[in-house]
């Protein structure tokens, strides 16, 4: 089981910006898609954005272009810079890792994003 633990998350104003991370351990890192999900109170856990090992990136409709999900492979660990929040933006985010091998992806704790109108 991957271990990851995020930080960053808190409070913004609507069109600031606020930046995840998430560190990954007792893994081979480099063989993991590694994502970010949100989830609204009452919502099912949405994906937001995925980075495959190579760093190819993929994000939900509402997000691209706000959003940028970088990855360190020599640090173990991603990003989720968030700009221009919205209201919207407001939930619960997991970090989230997964590889073919693997049965079951793995996640982290949340953090909470809260963005004020």
């Known amino acids: 089981q991957v271990q990851l633990v995020e930080s960053g998350g808190g409070s913004a104003q609507s069109g600031g910006s606020l930046s995840l991370s998430c560190v990954a351990s007792?893994?081979?890192?480099?063989?993991?898609?590694m994502g970010w999900y949100r989830q609204h109170p009452g919502k099912e856990r949405d994906m937001v954005a995925l980075?495959?090992?190579?760093?190819?990136?993929e994000y939900e409709d509402t997000v691209n272009g706000r959003f940028t999900i970088p990855r360190d492979n020599d640090q173990n660990i991603i990003h989720l810079q968030m700009n221009s929040l919205k209201p919207e933006d407001s939930a619960i985010y997991y970090c989230?890792?997964?590889?073919?091998?693997?049965?079951?992806?793995?996640w982290g704790q949340g953090t909470q994003v809260i963005v004020a109108s």
């Open positions: 007792d893994v081979r890192f480099s063989d993991y898609t």
């Open positions: 980075i495959t090992p190579e760093g190819s990136a």
């Open positions: 989230n890792a997964k590889a073919n091998y693997v049965r079951h992806p793995s």
